[in-house]
């Protein structure tokens, strides 16, 4: 852990200079500005004052934040079948619900469609990934192809259909989710 790198982007973030960091700390600005460059080392009791004046403590101050998942596979999707309206939806991401956004990608049988969302806040985001889906917005029908997008604010009711006579695939993205 670089000590004096965590001290520096602390004082930066509560926007104080190494002068106003070391007054409050009874420090030269000179030995802020070693310490941040890890060329001098605080004894415990001076690193307990920096931590008091940057409104933190030893235990937040050594917490090492936990890593971020990015990548995502199969072990991790989950998938729910839908018989009566010949779909699938795929889950690509887990507990996306908390998240800003929602990717799904949903797979449709010909004759099949994605069950009606209620109109609610936010955009929806679409790309046919196979296949030809009819993009059902209030009254109104958009075709989108294979290799198409599609966007929409999802302030009317709204669905997919496919009305083709081969299965279609979209990588359906809600914000905020709401599958």
């Known amino acids: 852990m670089e000590i004096g790198l965590k001290i520096k ?4 973030s509560k926007n104080l200079t190494q002068e ?7 420090l030269s600005k000179g030995f802020i500005s070693l310490l941040e460059r890890d060329m001098a080392s605080p004894s415990i009791a ?5 931590l008091n004046a940057l409104g933190t ?19 991790d999707y989950s998938v729910k079948t839908d018989d009566e309206l010949k779909n699938e939806v ?15 990608m949903v797979t449709i049988a010909p004759g099949g469609s994605t069950y009606p969302d209620y109109p609610h806040e936010g ?25 198409e997008s599609f966007y929409f604010t999802a302030g009317k009711p ?21 599958f």
């Open 158 to 178: 709204h669905h997919l259909e496919n009305r083709g006579k081969r299965e279609a695939k979209v990588i359906w993205i809600s914000s905020p989710p709401s």
């Open 57 to 75: 403590d030893f235990a937040h101050f050594f917490q090492e934040a936990a890593s971020e998942r990015v990548v995502f596979g199969k072990a």
């Open 46 to 50: 001076t690193l307990e004052d920096i």
């Open 20 to 26: 106003e960091l070391g007054d409050r700390c009874e």
């Open 123 to 147: 955009e929806e985001f679409g790309y046919v990934t196979e296949g030809i889906v009819t993009v059902v917005i209030g009254s109104e029908e958009h075709v989108a192809h294979k290799g």
């Open 90 to 104: 795929c889950w690509l991401i887990p507990n996306a619900q908390k998240n800003e956004m929602e990717p799904i």
């Open 9 to 12: 982007n602390l004082r930066i």
